[in-house]
């Protein structure tokens, strides 16, 4: 299949490159590692990586493309396989369409190829074995965003969807020039001010019978500490993880720019993915989330995390 992507790549006059809205660091890597490498391959090509932006992009701008440009492009989408995570539904134009994700949900969106590794850490560690098995060269700019996007995607290699591939892939990585320290310094540097939140927001984390930590972060809480959404939704969810006694945890953030809330759902263990899918969400067996309309319907997304604490204690 690798092969045929490729040609595809060498017929393209036009490559358009996305990944999912509210973008985390692995789509920004996977999208614009794959941007570069493409674009140091192909200078006479147009290669685009194009998408909405956020805190997290410590990256580069993002590009545009217009609707008529989607229909003469070959198209790329990473870390995601869902129409609700895409912006628009210009891609649908793309005269030919490519997927590549990690992630455990079914596509629902047309495409011609589809690269898939559940067992992968991340789209960056796909995106670096399809390059190679392309023959594409990575250059070292490509490297640090690839390694940025794992090193995110396994928390700095502490989470369970790490394994040999992922740590001898990283090890390449930094061999073509990804500095390893100027990324942690990118990546885990913050203010004084944000360290201040992050201990109010684990002070005001509550516990249900068996022990799920959560907390719901409504729109006053994100104007008071003048956070966004991003921030605040995927950015603090981990500040209740690595207690011994929590098995699961759950972080709720009311997005006004759609006026529904966002649930990030995390545990050590325990596979928590099918409540993901039960509320119109997915991802990872132990990383996944979901849109509700209520604080109510959050309350139903805690009694079913409870009731998987407490039937896998026994």
């Avoid at 941007?35 to 147009?46: D, E, F, G, H, N």
């Avoid at 310094?185 to 984390?205: N, Q």
Wanted: net charge negative; glycine share 6%.
């Amino acid at each position: 299949m690798n092969i045929k992507i490729k040609k595809l790549i060498e017929k393209a006059n036009k490559i358009i490159i996305l990944r999912h809205k509210d973008p985390d660091i692995d789509a920004l890597g996977s999208q614009l590692g794959f941007c570069s490498s493409l674009k140091q391959a192909y200078p006479k090509k147009t290669i685009l990586a194009v998408g909405d932006t956020n805190s997290l992009n410590t990256f580069q701008p993002m590009d545009t493309a217009t609707r008529e440009e989607y229909k003469e492009s070959l198209v790329f989408i990473f870390d995601t396989v869902s129409k609700q995570m895409l912006l628009g539904s210009d891609y649908t134009e793309a005269k030919n369409l490519v997927l590549v994700d990690h992630h455990l949900n079914e596509p629902d969106i047309r495409y011609d190829y589809y690269v898939r590794d559940a067992r992968a850490s991340s789209s960056c560690e796909i995106v670096y074995q399809l390059l190679k098995d392309m023959r594409i060269a990575i250059p070292q700019i490509a490297a640090k965003y690839l390694l940025m996007g794992i090193i995110s995607d396994t928390g700095r290699f502490l989470y369970n969807n790490v394994n040999s591939d992922t740590f001898d892939i990283s090890g390449k990585l930094i061999k073509i020039g990804a500095n390893i320290q100027e990324i942690f310094d990118v990546m885990y540097s913050e203010s004084l001010e944000m360290k201040k939140i992050k201990a109010y927001f684990f002070s005001t984390v509550q516990y249900t019978k068996n022990n799920v930590a959560f907390r719901k972060n409504d729109e006053d809480f994100l104007k008071k500490y003048h956070i966004d959404v991003h921030t605040a939704s995927r950015g603090l969810v981990n500040q209740m993880a690595g207690a011994n006694e929590v098995p699961i945890w759950a972080n709720f953030t009311f997005d006004n720019r759609i006026g529904k809330i966002l649930c990030e759902l995390r545990s050590h263990t325990i596979s928590i993915v099918d409540i993901a899918h039960k509320y119109g969400g997915g991802g990872h067996a132990q990383a996944c989330g979901c849109t509700v309309d209520t604080w109510e319907d959050t309350d139903k997304v805690l009694a079913d995390l409870d009731l998987v604490a407490e039937v896998s204690h026994g």
